[in-house]
């Protein structure tokens, strides 16, 4: 009876690998995707263009999902607040706050604790969720 349940716990084990593992792929993808996309439209000069501290920057929403998700990858199960995904990024708090609230119902996406005390978010599951 206890190889029966063992069994069916590595079963479940492995789907559960399996389906994160295939959603990491689709996620990678899509970064790839939205990437080539905003070269494509940097290189025809069809992105919209402001003056940031250190020059023109190019903004746009998709760019900063983009980049706070794969961060946040980078970092799988470890959940970071806004202001904590802000200052490792180079972000405005309330940008990567808007960022991490359009991201949190996806569901490769789980809240947690970050280390400095705030309601954060990661990829994968974090330490200490609180959802």
């Known amino acids: 009876m206890r190889a029966e349940g063992a069994k069916m716990l590595d079963g ?8 994160a593992a295939a959603q990491w792929r689709a996620s990678c993808a899509s970064d790839d995707a939205l990437r080539g996309r905003i070269d494509a439209q940097l290189s025809e000069g069809r992105l919209p263009s402001i003056h940031g501290g ?20 980078g970092h799988q199960g470890s959940a970071y607040c806004a202001s904590c995904v802000a200052r490792n990024l180079g972000l405005d708090v309330g940008l990567a706050r808007a960022t991490i609230d359009e991201l949190s119902p996806r569901q490769a996406f789980a809240r947690g604790l970050c280390a400095c005390g705030a309601t954060g978010l990661c990829y994968g599951w974090a330490v200490g969720s609180t959802s």
Request: proline share 4%.
């Open 12 to 19: 479940f084990i492995v789907r559960e690998q399996n389906r």
């Open 54 to 73: 250190s020059g023109p920057v190019t903004v746009t929403a998709s760019m900063t999902e983009s980049r706070v998700r794969e961060w946040l990858r």
